[in-house]
């Protein structure tokens, strides 16, 4: 009776061990998909921040634009489109935040030396390339 009861004790030895190893595989994991969520959250917060950046070189734009009555339109419709856009972790949706703020700093630059209407040429083609981005980066952050 005692030597099947030495013998019964290596098997719950073993089944313990054994145990304890799959518990600390779960908590890695667990721990491990958290670091990925807050890695997630804090890139859809840094997204969040580059549209309401976007949103706001806009509205410098729209002071220059006073009393050019088409461009203000246009540029009130493109800061509709922006400040609705879906933040997003994906670097690619980074890169073309990024790249709707240049263009909006080089739209702000070309209105800046533009007198009427007529001059706003430069600026249109740069309104028009951020549309495009847009476009763009909707395809990466579709539901």
């Known amino acids: ?3 099947n ?3 019964l004790q290596g098997y719950v030895y073993g089944i313990i061990i054994a145990a304890a190893i799959v518990l600390i595989i779960i ?3 667990a721990v491990s998909h958290k670091r990925k969520n807050k890695d997630s959250d804090e890139k859809i917060i840094e997204s969040r921040g580059d549209v309401n950046g976007n949103v706001q070189a806009i509205e410098a734009l729209l002071v220059l634009a006073d009393g050019l009555p088409e461009l203000t339109a246009r540029l009130k419709a493109l800061q509709d489109k ?5 933040p997003s972790s994906k670097k690619e949706v980074a890169s073309i935040d990024e790249k709707i703020y240049n263009a909006l700093g080089d739209a702000k630059i070309e ?7 007529k001059k ?3 600026t249109q083609k740069y309104l028009d390339q ?4 847009i476009a763009e980066r909707s395809a990466y952050t579709e539901r």
């Open 1 to 3: 009776m005692l030597s």
């Open 5 to 7: 009861l030495c013998a």
């Open 27 to 29: 908590i890695a994991a």
């Open 82 to 86: 922006i400040k609705y856009l879906t």
């Open 111 to 117: 209105l800046s030396k533009a007198k009427d209407d």
């Open 120 to 122: 706003t040429g430069k």
């Open 130 to 133: 951020i549309d495009l981005l």
